[in-house]
């Protein structure tokens, strides 16, 4: 389980990281003059600040424990599709297995 909560955090930094960067790239790249580029940045930082969750630090919590929660659902998903192909495949086969059954009955009784 440990594992799993490595690749879970290594996972949320590198999203933070990106969308970090990312959304440094756009404001640097944007068409402004730098007078209202750093009034954005500012206006931009105190809304986010401000804003539900506050800290970097419980933004990042609650997108971890959103990714867990997402984990988790595709898990579930992944073991009902699993069951429901391992059904299918029973079915199947069995279905092959009375075929070669009854064809096997038809070539001893042609014969």
């Known amino acids: 389980?440990?594992?799993h909560?490595?690749?879970s955090g290594g996972y949320i930094r590198g999203l933070v990281t990106g969308v970090l960067i990312g959304a440094g790239a756009a404001?640097?790249?944007?068409?402004?003059?730098?007078e209202e580029l750093r009034e954005e940045l500012a206006q931009n930082a105190a809304e986010w600040k401000a804003g539900p969750g506050g800290t970097l630090?419980?933004?990042?919590?609650?997108?971890?424990d959103r990714a867990a929660e997402l984990s988790h659902t595709v898990a579930q998903k992944?073991?009902?599709?699993k069951a429901k192909g391992q059904d299918t495949f029973d079915e199947v086969k069995e279905?092959?297995?009375?075929s070669s059954v009854e064809t096997e009955h038809d070539v001893e009784e042609s014969v």
């Open 1 to 3: 389980m440990s594992e």
């Open 95 to 98: 279905q092959i297995e009375e």
């Open 5 to 7: 909560n490595q690749k």
């Open 27 to 34: 404001l640097l790249l944007a068409p402004k003059r730098g």
């Open 57 to 64: 630090a419980d933004r990042a919590q609650e997108l971890k």
């Open 78 to 81: 992944a073991q009902e599709y």
